[in-house]
């Protein structure tokens, strides 16, 4: 069994989408689970029961309309244990570069 991990504080990353558009992704740190802010105060448990295909090749999860594309991109970082977090994102498309290790990277330190 992985070890659990958990954030000490938001993360934000910056970067460009898959298209070259600018796009913000956040983890903010909660008691536990993984929940998505689908805006204002309402939060929506993340469970494969969100997950459909973005594009052939792409997951994303979907609630009442709000789409956040590229989720295994994001949701590896579940599988190897971070726990208690909240994630938002400024489009339905975050920030991609092609490879998880970005948001590794960003949130590792923390």
Known sequence: MLKRFVLTKPI?????NL???HT????TPTATGWW????????VPISRALLRFCTPRHLAIEHNGMRLCIF???????????????????????????????????????
């Open 24 to 27: 913000r992704l956040t983890f």
């Open 19 to 21: 298209f070259g558009r």
């Open 12 to 16: 934000t990353i910056n970067g460009p």
């Open 36 to 43: 998505l802010d689908v805006g204002g105060e309402s939060l």
């Open 72 to 110: 295994e991109h994001i949701g590896f970082l579940r599988v190897v244990g971070l726990d208690g977090v909240i994630v938002k994102c400024s489009s339905p498309w975050p920030p991609y570069d092609g490879r998880a290790k970005q948001l590794w990277e960003a949130i590792a330190p923390y």
